[in-house]
């Protein structure tokens, strides 16, 4: 091999990204973040809300077999 340094670092980074599919992989904890967009958000479901009622008001009626 002409670059063994590359080969080492290759196996490496194959090593940690396999293993870290493990159960028992470690895990590192997410920072807590304020909810910057949470009023938009919720602005934007409602309004979605509100044009899928409009789209379709009620669900179709399921057929009955009646005999």
């Known amino acids: 091999m002409e670059q063994s340094t590359g080969f080492v670092l290759a196996v ?3 090593t940690r990204h396999v293993n870290s599919a493990r159960p028992d992989a470690p895990v ?3 920072r ?3 909810p910057r967009l949470a ?3 919720l602005a934007a ?3 979605l809300r509100r ?3 409009r789209m379709e ?3 179709a009626a ?3 077999c009646r005999s």
Do not use: E, G, I
Request: charged share 30%; aromatic share 0%.
């Open 32 to 34: 807590p973040r304020a």
């Open 12 to 14: 490496d980074a194959v």
């Open 45 to 47: 479901a409602a309004a």
């Open 39 to 41: 009023p938009s958000r």
């Open 62 to 64: 399921m057929p009955t």
């Open 28 to 30: 590192r904890p997410d």
């Open 51 to 53: 044009l899928a009622d």
């Open 57 to 59: 008001p009620r669900p």
